[in-house]
């Protein structure tokens, strides 16, 4: 049935966000598949966080701790999740040093659509002018132009701005 359509625009961090979800065992499969390679070597903890702290791009995902072989504090692109450009610092236990691994990939930040495309909205609009004014009813009139289907909670959002916008909320 076509309105059950799922859109074509789901991003990439969403439909990756399943698989990041199920780890540990995944999870480490994941990282050992990127190539990393050493950047860097501080000489403390606190001087490795501060640093990635001030590159202002990285997010802490998750710490590793495997006991005699350091631990690993991973970090995401905090653009995107699914962005393949990662690093992890590894804290040697018996020298206090830390060093940081940065993946060889560049970023990559798939495009993330925030809420409607303009085109869609023009299409929403039309038929919001038309008097059709529930987001089903509207889901309807859209499957009927061949048009692919927005989220539902996309639509409700724009309905609203479109509501308020003409004065009938
Ligand atoms: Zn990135």
């Not at 059950?4 to 540990?24: A, M």
């Not at 038309?130 to 009813?137: A, D, V």
């Amino acid at each position: 049935m076509s309105l059950r359509q799922l859109p074509d625009f789901v991003s990439e961090s969403e439909s990756s966000e399943g698989d990041e979800n199920s780890y540990p065992e995944t999870f480490h499969k994941k990282f050992t598949r990127q190539t990393y390679s050493q950047h860097l070597i501080f000489s403390s903890k606190l001087e490795a966080t501060s640093f990635v702290k001030a590159e202002k791009i990285w997010t802490q995902r998750t710490t590793d701790r495997r006991g005699d072989n350091g631990t690993r504090i991973y970090y995401d692109c905090k653009m995107q999740r699914s962005c393949p450009c990662k690093l992890y610092l590894c804290l040697d236990p018996s020298s206090q040093n830390v060093s940081l691994f940065l993946t060889e990939s560049e970023h990559n930040h798939a495009e993330k659509v925030v809420g409607l495309s303009e085109v869609m909205k023009t299409e929403v609009r039309n038929v919001f002018d038309l008097g059709i004014r529930t987001p089903h009813m509207i889901l309807k009139a859209l499957a009927e132009k061949q048009l692919d289907l927005p989220e539902k909670t996309k639509l409700c959002n724009f309905l609203k701005t479109l509501r308020l916008s003409k004065g009938d909320s």
